[in-house]
């Protein structure tokens, strides 16, 4: 089987980094479950784990993973918000699927804008619906107890200690697994909404 190497968004172009061309579809989408699984264990950060596995893979700019650095923890650690899986994949998914700048404006209408929007966000309600296929929620809280059997106060120091104690950072079936199918389904969900891939020959 050839090994994909690059496809064609609408506005970007998503490449495949030259030291994971020659892997197939299925191995890339195995690769950046691992790789989400390994940032989560050294670095912490859901979100931010979850972009950088998928730059990792797509080799697009430092800048993609600086912005999800604090969206983790069910939303800067407030433990109420959603995933910050769910929250690094859409903003990868944005990246190459979202609306462009010059489609929104405050001044009068943009011709096929709300098009783009639907585009978008059909791409994100298909990643979340594999989040909840799982995890039965997308929100932290949810996804916490689906994995613990409860959910932590992560504000909470007696909490936190609990969280950390359950294997958050250490347990490879924890939180680690959660950013690593978050950065796989993500890639997935990338690599079935855009067009077909151009091979290497």
Same mark, same amino acid.
């Given at each position: 089987m050839?090994?994909?190497f690059w496809v064609q968004a609408?506005?970007?172009t998503m490449m495949i980094s030259e030291k994971y061309r020659s892997l197939s579809r299925l191995q890339l989408l195995d690769k950046a479950g691992e790789l989400g699984i390994n940032f989560e264990k050294y670095s912490s950060s859901c979100s931010q784990c979850t972009v950088a596995a998928l730059k990792e893979i797509l080799g697009f700019e430092d800048i993609i993973v600086k912005v999800a650095t604090s969206s983790c923890g069910g939303q800067a650690g407030l433990s109420t918000g959603a995933c910050g899986g769910v929250i690094g994949a859409t903003i990868v998914l944005d990246y190459y699927l979202g609306r462009p700048a010059n489609?929104?404006?405050a001044t009068e209408p943009v011709p096929d804008c709300l098009a783009d929007l639907s585009r978008a966000m059909d791409a994100a309600r298909s990643f979340c619906d594999k989040f909840v296929r799982e995890y039965g929620s997308?929100? =932290?809280p949810q996804v916490q107890t689906k994995i613990y059997?409860?959910?932590f106060n992560l504000q909470?120091?007696?909490d936190w200690e609990a969280f950390?104690?359950?294997g958050a950072h250490s347990d490879p079936?924890? =939180?680690m697994s959660v950013v690593g199918n978050a950065a796989r389904w993500a890639l997935e969900t990338l690599l079935e909404r855009l067009p077909q891939p151009l091979q290497d020959l």
């Open positions: 050839n090994a994909i609408k506005d970007e489609m929104v404006s997308i929100l =932290c059997g409860r959910s909470d120091p007696a950390m104690a359950a079936t924890k =939180c």
